[in-house]
């Protein structure tokens, strides 16, 4: 099987099709990505505190975090099609870092909250399930919380068409640079599902990085349990088909995502692409589709981040109970 090494001089901090491939792939080849933190591995202990004497890239802008793995090329792949990236497996490794940077997060001028302006590090440890693997076991917060591993991956996208844009921040939204996915940390690209992305170049030049040990919605602060790891992940190709923004199919659910602000603008605009997607591919009536999504109470909303001045990202999801 394919393997792409954690290796610093590989890693790319933006998505671009100006990069040689790290590896080609064929369509359903499961390959083997190994990914490092969003700090890139440099907070290895709570005394290592994220600031520019440890962390240079944070006086960038922007900031120079989250280490993509990429990009993969996916043979077959051409512009107008779709990749539907499977996320067979996710392994996070050792420890997670969280951390509080400072000037940076809701609370970053608040004298109430002084305490939490950073600079800040948290290591949590990890304990191994029963699996004999790290991910189906749990993330120690401190001596007295603990919670279970929910692993996902928090950077994905083929390359845009002829922009570069930072693996951190936006704009990710259709109508700037072309839907092509970025730094959405959804909890949704975990292992099990599939998300599905529009490719604007030969070989669609894939990008995953920002392993996440787990994340509370909307990403408080804007870390969340970063870690380094392994991912295994195969590709397939829908051909000659476009979609507004990227998808993701679960076992048993359907999830429309988009990015952008308004908050509000976001989720509206995702539930009108779900509405599109329902009848395109299920054979709803318009007004069908209009009156479900309102009236039926399996109809989610989801807020995955949510980080002052940057991008919202949000998902819409409807079960495949309603589709059939």
Known sequence: MKRVSRDPEKFRYVFSNKFKPVIEVKPGEEFILETEDAFGGKLRKESDLPTTAILPGLHRMPPYLNPLAGPIYVAGAERGDLI?????????????????????????????????AGP????????????????????????????????????????PDFEEVSSLVGPYDAQAVGAFGGNWDS??????????????????????????????????????????????VSCEIVKNKTIPYGRVEKPDSIIQLNNGRPLERSITQAWIWMMDWLVQEYKFKQIDAHQFISCCPDARIHVYQMIPDNWYTVGVEIPKKYLV
């Open 84 to 116: 539907a990236v499977t996320i067979h497996e996710i392994e996070p490794l050792e420890q997670g870092v969280s951390v509080v940077i400072p000037g940076f997060g809701p609370l970053a001028d608040s004298k109430k909250w002084s305490e939490c």
């Open 120 to 159: 800040y590090t948290r290591i949590l440890k990890y304990e191994k399930g029963a699996s004999g693997k790290y991910q189906d076991g749990k993330i120690f917060f401190n001596e007295r919380i603990s919670w279970q591993m929910s692993p996902f991956m928090g950077c994905i996208g083929a390359a």
């Open 187 to 232: 909890r949704e690209v975990r292992a099990g599902n599939k998300v599905f992305l529009p490719s604007f170049n030969e070989g669609a030049l894939l990008y995953i990085g920002d392993m996440h040990a787990s994340q509370g919605d909307a990403e408080w602060t804007g870390v969340a349990v970063e870690t380094k790891g392994e991912l295994r």
